[in-house]
């Protein structure tokens, strides 16, 4: 199977391994979530060099992961360690030292996958790698990788208490991709459809990879979520517990911005908890995202909501209901929370029109320092897409996922909307509508734009 974009992430690891090769020792640091492609990359990455690629273990204890690392180096490396590597290292500064060793002359690439399950010894695993690269790597030949999906561990490590702050040349958090980048999964499932297929799937290779281009939105829901086993609904418990422990009441949380509570005080009020340690713990490991109103005169309190689509829709959708999935009665909980679904897209599909309408300001079809944006002003009024331009605002724009077509009334309406903004709209200013099914009858209006789920992906499937 080829590789699939990740185009920053192989340039980076390409320019270290150049510099390797000519004798600079490089320390490079890969982390991001579960799922999101990261043993893929850089076993891509080893391929056809002199390499050996270790994943550490929950369940062994210190001396067995360094067991099973010097097997590793002889089942990897052969004839060329056979009569050198030990049984089994003392500790991972003697790990590290050989390895260093065997790249004095030679270019060798090293990768310890899942690293925070290493700092479990007596010493702290980053502080050893911290330690041997300042006093033992001079001029060896040496890329050591260390990869991990606990993204809180990883970015201590960084950080200005971690072991590894600024020693690592190349320092690359791999995300889930956006929505655009991920099309090349699924090329060939119209429009709509993978917009939905987004929604369910976020923007994790294997999930989408399991979504079938020849079946309905339906099946691919039934088989992938509300079948006892199916990828969507087991992973998500164990994408969160690389970083989560579910005693700080996290679950509840995330249950609670799922079911509609985006302000602090209804997030708490429907945990039941107090929430500002867990919510800045959400939001440093990434769950979690603070969303403001854009400009002037809305409201000045920030709102929150679930930075993952895929996660947003195991909580919204399937959550509440994985025990009676796996208990054999998917087909009745997708119907059931066929509504729920529903609104999970609608969701997503906002959040679509918002970078589609970045997209067309590096485009030039608005101004150049146009942001964008939503607003909203307490209970009052409300705007999906919102661009401004110096203080003024050039674009208002409302996303509506349904199949009915868009009528004038609907033009009224956001223009009532855009009269609670402070800054009023100069002759520059247009609406636009980011719909399922655009109609005819706002088609040719001078100050409307209509976008469809074709022309919000037209230029990657021109």
């Known amino acids: 199977m080829s590789l699939i974009g990740r185009s920053a992430e192989q340039a980076e690891l390409a320019a270290a391994w150049a510099r390797v090769e000519t004798g600079q020792p490089e320390l490079a640091v890969v982390w991001g979530r ?23 273990t929950r369940q062994d204890n210190d001396d067995r992961q360094l067991r099973r690392f010097a097997e590793s180096l002889r089942e990897q490396l ?71 999906s606990a993204v809180t561990v990883m970015e201590q490590m960084l950080g200005p208490q971690g072991g590894l702050h600024r020693r690592a040349g190349v320092e690359r958090r791999m995300d889930p ?20 297929a987004y929604a369910a799937c976020g923007g994790y290779p294997l999930h989408l990879n399991r979504w079938s281009a020849g079946g309905s939105v339906e099946d691919n829901l039934h088989e992938l979520a509300f079948t006892p086993g199916g990828v969507l ?25 799922a079911g509609g509570a985006r302000r602090r005080s209804r997030i708490a009020g429907r945990a039941q908890q107090r929430i500002d340690y867990t919510l800045d713990r959400l939001r440093r490991a990434g769950f979690v995202r603070t969303v403001r109103s854009l400009g002037s005169g809305g409201s000045a309190d920030p709102t929150y909501e679930i930075a993952d689509d895929y996660l947003a829709y195991w909580f919204a959708v399937l959550r509440d209901d994985a025990d009676l999935i796996e208990g054999g009665q ?25 970078d589609h309408a970045q997209r067309l300001v590096a485009a030039g079809e608005l101004p150049d320092d146009t942001v964008i944006g939503r607003w909203w002003k307490n209970e009052t009024a409300e705007i999906d897409v919102l661009g401004i331009s110096g203080d003024h605002p050039v674009l208002v724009g409302e996303c509506r996922w349904q199949a009915k077509p868009l009528i004038r009334r609907d033009l009224r309406d ?12 100069g002759a520059g200013l247009s609406f636009a509508f980011w719909s399922h099914g655009a109609g005819d009858e706002l088609a040719g209006h001078p100050d409307v734009r209509t976008f469809t789920p074709a022309d919000i992906l037209a230029a990657i499937d021109s």
């Open 330 to 354: 998917g087909a009745a909980v997708q119907r059931r929370t066929a509504g729920r679904w529903q609104t999970h897209v609608a969701r997503v599909f906002e959040a679509v029109a918002r």
């Open 177 to 196: 991709f956006p929505l655009i980048d991920a099309r090349a999964f699924q090329p060939d499932l119209s429009p709509a459809d993978f917009i939905e």
């Open 78 to 148: 052969g004839e060329e360690v056979a009569d050198l590597a030990p049984a089994t290292f003392a500790t991972w500064e003697a790990a590290l030292r050989f390895v260093a060793g065997l790249a004095r002359t030679e270019p060798l690439l090293v990768v310890l996958d899942e690293a925070p399950r290493l700092t479990g010894g007596p010493a702290d695993f980053a502080d050893t790698v911290s330690a041997v690269w300042e006093n033992h790597i001079r001029d060896q030949r040496l890329l050591l990788v260390l990869s991990g």
């Open 414 to 425: 956001l223009q009532r909307r855009a009269a609670h903004l402070s800054a009023p709209g």
């Open 34 to 56: 579960r799922r999101v492609g990261k043993t893929f990359l850089l076993s891509h990455f080893a391929a056809g060099k002199r390499a050996v690629y270790f994943t550490a």
């Open 233 to 257: 609904l087991r992973d998500a418990p164990d994408i969160l517990s690389e970083d989560l422990d579910w005693r700080g009441g996290y679950e509840r949380v995330l249950t609670a911005m």
